[in-house]
């Protein structure tokens, strides 16, 4: 059955530190992996891996695939109170899936 | 380049009744995906159109149908509402090609009472 989940299901971390989530797979006909970040409204696109091992960054935030070992990992580093969100990883393949993500809180 | 757009924003209707949205997808994006979200069940995929057929298709009951148009506009009917549809109804476009880029209108919040 394919499957995308998201760990941890939460998070709260002080401005400044560092945080990775994780997103493992199960998917057939693999495509792609896509990080979305949902405030109070619709998911906005962060990237889209398709190969292993090339690291996709912008700014503080980067992302790696592993189509070995099945996963992804989305990192933020000096996070700020901005980027309290919901995290969402998304997969296509024979159709799309969505995890049901990781909601981050930042406290000042 | 103008966003998704989607219409209505709100719409309350009651049970037994049916209900269409609409998403204008971004000039030049000839997919349309839509998606239901719901605190419990998060985002579920619906279907997927591409150059006005259906592409790809999740796991829901038939009463939830849609169509694409030739300028890639694309429609969702639901039949027969329930109170468990109640959700947000997100589209999203993309250019359809591998990968699958997709970006994210601001949805249509569906209340059945």
């Known amino acids: 059955e394919d499957k995308v989940v998201q760990s941890p299901l939460s998070l709260v971390v002080h401005e400044g530190d560092t945080v990775t989530l994780n997103c493992s797979y199960e998917?057939?006909?693999?495509?792609?992996l896509l990080w979305y970040k949902q405030e109070k409204k619709a998911p906005t696109f962060l990237f889209m891996l398709t190969s292993s091992g090339i690291e996709k960054k912008s700014g503080r935030l980067s992302s790696i695939l592993d189509k070995k070992e099945l996963f992804s990992i989305l990192n933020i580093t000096a996070t700020q109170t901005g980027d309290s969100a919901v995290y969402l990883c998304a997969l296509t393949g024979n159709q799309f899936y969505f995890g049901t993500g990781t909601s981050l809180t930042v406290i000042p | 380049k103008a966003g998704v757009t989607q219409t209505p924003r709100y719409l309350i209707k009651t049970r037994g009744q049916q209900v269409t949205l609409s998403c204008s997808p971004i000039?030049?994006?000839?997919?349309v995906s839509w998606y239901q979200q719901t605190p419990g069940q998060g985002l579920q995929f619906l279907f997927e159109y591409f150059s006005e057929t259906q592409r790809n298709k999740g796991n829901f009951p038939g009463r939830f149908s849609g169509r694409q148009f030739s300028n890639s506009r694309s429609e969702m009917n639901v039949s027969t509402l329930e109170l468990g549809d109640s959700a947000l109804y997100l589209c999203a476009s993309s250019l359809g090609v591998e990968g699958y880029e997709q970006y994210f209108g601001p949805g249509t919040r569906l209340t059945v009472t």
């Open positions: 998917v057939t006909n693999f495509r792609s």
């Open positions: 000039s030049g994006h000839r997919s």
